[in-house]
């Protein structure tokens, strides 16, 4: 809704000369949602960040009086913290806007043109979102910001850079900030490498500038999926929490950036080559999506904002789109490069016959294709390997009642195919040379038309000729030394991407896609934006995957987050794990197997039967709840669930990392749950007299037959926990029994129905 009182053209202004007197009459915006609110003053004329956090109810009081003090040896007005940091406005922290036009000299002096605001408080309507313009008429640039804060919470934030000058402007950067509270003292952030992504690390908050910067050409393995700063020690479910997300899956840095004047902002912006962005006269350059979250109640509370945004999605795959998140055989680590047909074959059979709902044939399909030196680029079946096409295996899949999936990394090429022989050129690079593998391949140069058609054609005619429900969608390298035309490319190459994965779902829209890229190297929700579920990680080992989903899952919900029971011992750490733990790893997640599970003995059988059909039970619920993680002291235990919305049910792990340092768990809490109303709390898996599982002379008496609590007793007094040995889960199921009468002060909480 543009509002013509409020809007000033940028003519007007420079021509009246009185851009702050008029502008001084343009009302702060202020953004409020589901507890999180953001407001922004106009009254110095620049669009000035004043708080983003905490929902402050309806009344502000009379801003114009809440300036900062001005110090000695300091600019004489209050400094402004700018929507776009700037030096003009006596910024001298990370600024937001950096360029230059033909190598001089580069100023820019934003100011606000116009508010547009739409929803929320003043139209009473569901949308809470605003465009602000800003424009240096002297700089030749202006740039129009579009703010929303969604139904739970979380923000979005994003510019669009104008070249209004009448020559070409080089940018350099264009970040997405946001202010964070004075309260905030620490960071924590996330790194990881191939088969141990998503990993925490935590330090405190000091004056200067945390940058994480992304130079893989992809999102990286070492990605910080979320940058968090919060009030001392915060947890999963105490403290204040301010954290950003770029959803971007090229180069990219995130940073928090605390200033000698006291102030600390967070952001993030696209990490953009030397000339890579070269605006041409009215050419414009949009950033990525920045999302930002604020939790008065700990990281659970960021990962409330971030799921509600993403299941309210028309798009958004599983239990809102009425077709549950089918459990998944993914054949890779059960034949490799092994596909010979009777292999294939039994494979599906005896996934079929546990339950299993889709089958995924991985890399080793097309011409070529006998290992990982060759073939990438050339999108034929192999006629040698498959005379008869795929059809013989997808017909026996779709037979046996599953789905068919397909491994495909459109986005690479080695040098020993077909495509590579016939089109040296379409490999990305410098000019005259190529860049270093990596295991083996190069990048396929999608910025060039003819590349990107033959990839968009290849793809479009196996999804025509065969029955492909998913996509496995790989990319197996860093994008290191991009260069299309002698500029580099990672920008364009990733929009090229985004574009092929856009019409490729326009021309297909009923097959699914998965992120996958060595594992976990593309989570970010640009990549989400276009596919329904990511590859979190190579490792199945279910150790080293309770961190990693742990942490990816701060952010995408478990429904999008691809996760298997592996071999009984892992491929990648050779550690040895019982299937009760695996079962119970690979339940929080898209649930699946990656395991050739044509030998198993029969005991094994029956219980992976069973684990299937105990995920297919729990998956609407796994699917649709409120993810909860317990603050529990003890470092060798987590304890994590999900909750309904309404509190009916629930389903927690406890999970044994380590060994102990104490002789029994003690009481474990368990969070979230209506605090008045009475549950039943069940252990459903592994059963309680599994020799593998616990380590005790006497499990607490509770757990042969369950027992009954109210919500308040489970998260505040919890319960004893049996003595689980090292590596080993124990799955709790939770049912509300009744509305409880108010416990009497020293009544009991706990009742016997
Ligand atoms: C990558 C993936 C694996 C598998 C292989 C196939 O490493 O992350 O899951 O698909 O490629 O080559």
Redo the contacts with the bound molecule.
């Keep these: 809704m543009n509002n013509p009182d409020l809007t000033l053209a940028a003519e007007t202004r420079s021509v009246l000369g009185v851009p702050d007197l008029l502008l001084s009459d343009l009302e702060p915006l202020y953004l409020r949602r589901s507890g999180t609110s953001l407001l922004i003053d106009f009254s110095t004329g620049e669009a000035a960040l004043l708080h983003f956090g905490a929902d402050l109810g309806p009344a502000l009081p009379d801003l114009s009086l809440l300036g900062d003090a001005v110090p000695h040896s300091a600019f004489d007005v209050p400094v402004t913290l700018g929507l776009i940091p700037q030096a003009s406005s006596g910024w001298r922290g990370r600024p937001g806007l950096r360029g230059h036009r033909n190598g001089q000299a580069f100023s820019a002096r934003l100011r606000v043109v116009s508010v547009e605001r739409s929803g929320g408080e003043r139209s009473g309507g569901e949308a809470c979102s605003a465009v602000i313009t800003q424009s240096d008429p002297e700089a030749g640039v202006s740039v129009r910001t579009e703010i929303k804060i969604n139904d739970g919470g979380l923000l979005q934030l994003r510019h669009r850079l104008d070249n209004d000058g009448a020559g070409p402007y080089s940018l350099d950067e264009l970040a997405a900030v946001l202010p964070v509270g004075r309260a905030a003292t620490e960071i924590l952030d996330l790194t990881g490498r191939w088969c141990r992504e998503s990993h925490p690390q935590r330090q405190p908050l000091h004056q200067g500038t945390w940058v994480r910067s992304g130079r893989h050409g992809r999102t990286g393995h070492d990605a910080s999926l979320l940058l968090a700063a919060g009030t001392p020690g915060f947890g999963n479910r105490h403290g204040q929490v301010w954290a950003v997300h770029l959803g971007w899956s090229g180069n990219h840095e995130s940073f928090v950036d605390a200033a000698a004047d006291g102030r600390t902002v967070m952001g993030a912006s696209e990490l953009l080559g030397a000339g890579e962005i070269s605006l041409a006269a009215n050419a414009s350059y949009e950033t990525p999506w920045l999302f930002a979250a604020y939790s008065a109640a700990g990281l659970d509370g960021i990962s409330d904002a971030f799921y509600t945004w993403f299941r309210g999605r028309p798009h958004h795959p599983g239990v809102q789109s009425g077709k549950a998140r089918p459990v998944v055989l993914?054949v890779?680590e059960a034949v490799y490069f092994d596909h010979r047909m009777p292999v294939l074959l039994d494979l599906a059979e005896s996934a079929a016959r546990l339950g299993v709902e889709r089958y995924v044939l991985?890399?080793g399909w097309f011409r070529g294709r006998r290992n990982?030196q060759a073939g990438l680029g050339d999108w034929y079946v192999d006629e040698d390997l498959w005379p008869g096409g795929l059809a013989p295996l997808i017909d026996a899949v779709t037979g046996h009642g599953m789905e068919f999936g397909l491994?495909v990394?459109p986005e690479m090429v080695n040098e020993d195919s077909d495509l590579a022989r016939a089109h040296p050129d379409w490999i990305a690079g410098p000019a005259g040379r190529l860049p270093e593998r990596w295991r083996h391949q190069q990048v396929l140069d999608l910025v060039n038309p003819e590349a990107w058609q033959y990839i968009f054609d290849r793809l479009d005619a196996l999804l025509s000729e065969y029955r492909i429900s998913y996509l496995?969608w790989?990319q197996?390298r860093d994008l290191t030394e991009m260069g299309h035309a002698g500029r580099p490319s990672v920008h364009a190459q990733t929009r090229a991407v985004y574009r092929l994965l856009d019409e490729l779902r326009l021309a297909h829209p009923d097959v699914e896609i998965e992120s996958?890229?060595?594992?976990g190297a593309r989570v970010d929700l640009g990549i989400l934006e276009r596919t329904d579920r990511i590859?979190a990680s190579?490792c199945n080992d279910a150790l080293e995957r309770q961190t990693i989903q742990r942490w990816t899952g701060m952010v995408v919900p478990p429904e999008l987050v691809g996760s298997h029971i592996g071999p009984t011992t892992s491929h990648t750490t050779a550690r040895t794990h019982d299937l009760s733990f695996r079962a119970i790893t690979a339940m929080f997640g898209h649930f699946g197997l990656e395991w050739d599970v044509r030998h198993l003995a029969d005991s094994e059988r029956t219980e992976l039967a069973g684990a299937i059909a105990l995920f297919k039970q729990y998956r609407p619920l796994l699917h649709s709840g409120r993810m909860v993680r317990a603050d529990e002291p003890d470092p060798a235990l987590r304890l994590h669930g999900v909750v309904s919305h309404d509190g009916g049910e629930a389903l927690y792990a406890l999970v044994s990392l380590a060994t102990s340092f104490a002789e029994v768990p003690g009481r474990v809490c368990l969070p979230g749950l209506l605090p008045d109303a009475a549950y039943r709390v069940e252990a459903v898996y592994p059963a309680a007299d599994d020799r593998r599982a616990f380590l005790q002379a006497v499990p607490p008496a509770w757990l042969a037959g369950g027992v009954e609590a109210t919500g308040r007793f489970l998260a505040e007094s919890g319960l004893p926990m049996p003595v689980l040995n090292p590596e080993h889960g124990l799955l709790l199921a939770v049912r509300r029994v009744t509305a409880a009468a108010p416990a009497a002060a020293g009544g009991h909480p706990v009742r016997k129905s």
């Design positions: 993914n890779w991985d890399d990982d491994w990394e496995k790989d197996n996958c890229s060595s594992g590859w190579d």
